[in-house]
């Protein structure tokens, strides 16, 4: 008690900081209940009348995608639909995409139950699939580390020694497959100008066909971890989140004359000469967005005009010289 004493600290002072311990966790909580309770007080987005039970499975169509870029012309750009009992929000705009995978990007990194993935990709262990976790964050680094560091082509010397036997045999009779032909163009330059080589034009070729026929017109789906607000509405607990990637890359008001088939707005000059598909630019997601892209080589060079890092589009560009 003594030491105590010396020290300034007296059961009146303990007692005073106890309440005012208290007193700040009491505002806290009810700063964080009123918050709560506020998003929960909110409308649901829009979106059309549910069916008895099975929600609004029909209103899908045969091409979903499709179908629901007809509604968000009706309801707007954020859309929730009930698919049997399960909450779904539907982002059609590159401005509502941004707020689910930038600013909500933490709260939408997971994903919702999966039968495939659960059966097929061994319970939830893939990648794609995989609930977002330090697990996930570990293997994602596995993938960077081995796929994509500065020494993981060493590890494939033997597919080089292979190439070099099909290089020594080029031209003969029994090496006519198709190494050989990817040797003999590589070897005899550019040919007749439909060889080897992308050149910019053809660069943005590709951009275009991400944009207007992107493999996935609806974004592998997302789910919330908590109740949140978006553009005013408010988004319940386990929501699923499917972004109409194909929608928000025919949007009339970001490409206009959107369904022309237009390289040019890729050159420089063009209105959209700088958007990329690595996830800046939300009017261009065919790969995604957020902590859920898909996989990328973050190392390769800045001028890289169309990702060709990401998994799914491994190749090797280059400009014709």
């Known amino acids: 008690m003594a030491e105590h004493l010396q020290l300034g600290i007296t059961p009146t002072t303990t007692i005073f900081a106890l309440l005012v311990a208290l007193a700040i966790y009491l505002i806290i909580g009810k700063l964080i209940i009123k918050r709560k309770n506020h998003v929960d007080r909110l409308p649901l ?6 069916w008895p039970i099975i929600g609004n499975l029909p209103h899908l169509g045969s091409v979903p ?3 629901l870029a007809e509604m968000a012309r009706k309801y707007g750009p954020l859309m929730h639909l009930k698919l049997g009992s399960v909450h779904v929000v539907v ?4 401005s509502v995409a941004s707020q689910f995978l930038k600013t909500h990007d933490a709260n939408f990194a997971y994903r919702p139950p999966n039968a495939g993935a659960k059966y097929v990709a061994y319970n939830y262990r893939d990648l794609v699939f995989a609930p977002y976790s330090p697990r996930w964050r570990f293997l994602r680094k596995i993938c ?9 082509l060493d590890n494939f010397h033997h597919i080089r020694q292979i190439i070099d ?18 040797n003999g163009l590589k070897r005899d330059g550019n040919g007749d ?5 992308l050149d910019d034009i053809e660069i943005k070729v590709l951009l275009l066909t991400f944009r207007l026929h992107p493999s996935t017109p609806l974004s592998i789906p997302h789910m919330s971890r908590e109740t949140c607000e978006v553009n005013g509405y408010s988004i319940p607990i386990g929501s699923t989140l499917l972004v109409n990637v194909w929608a928000i890359a025919r949007d009339p008001s970001i490409w206009s004359d959107s369904l022309e088939f237009r390289p040019e707005r890729f050159l420089p000059g063009g209105a959209q ?4 598909v690595k996830g800046n630019d939300f009017e261009l ?3 995604g967005a957020g902590r859920r892209i898909c996989l990328q080589d973050e190392s390769r060079d800045s001028d890289d005009p169309i990702g060709g890092g990401h998994v799914g589009t491994r190749v090797r560009l280059g400009t014709a010289q």
């Not at 987005?45 to 549910?50: A, D, F, M, V």
């Not at 982002?91 to 590159?94: D, G, L, T, V």
């Open 273 to 276: 000469a700088n958007v990329d």
């Open 165 to 182: 036997e099909h290089q020594s045999g080029y031209g003969t009779e029994s090496h006519k497959d198709l190494l050989s032909m990817l």
């Open 65 to 67: 995608h499709s179908s």
């Open 91 to 94: 982002a059609a705009s590159a």
């Open 45 to 50: 987005p829009p979106g059309p009348k549910p």
């Open 144 to 152: 960077y580390s081995h796929l994509f560091s500065p020494k993981a």
């Open 193 to 197: 100008g439909e060889g080897d080589s």
């Open 285 to 287: 997601i065919p790969f």
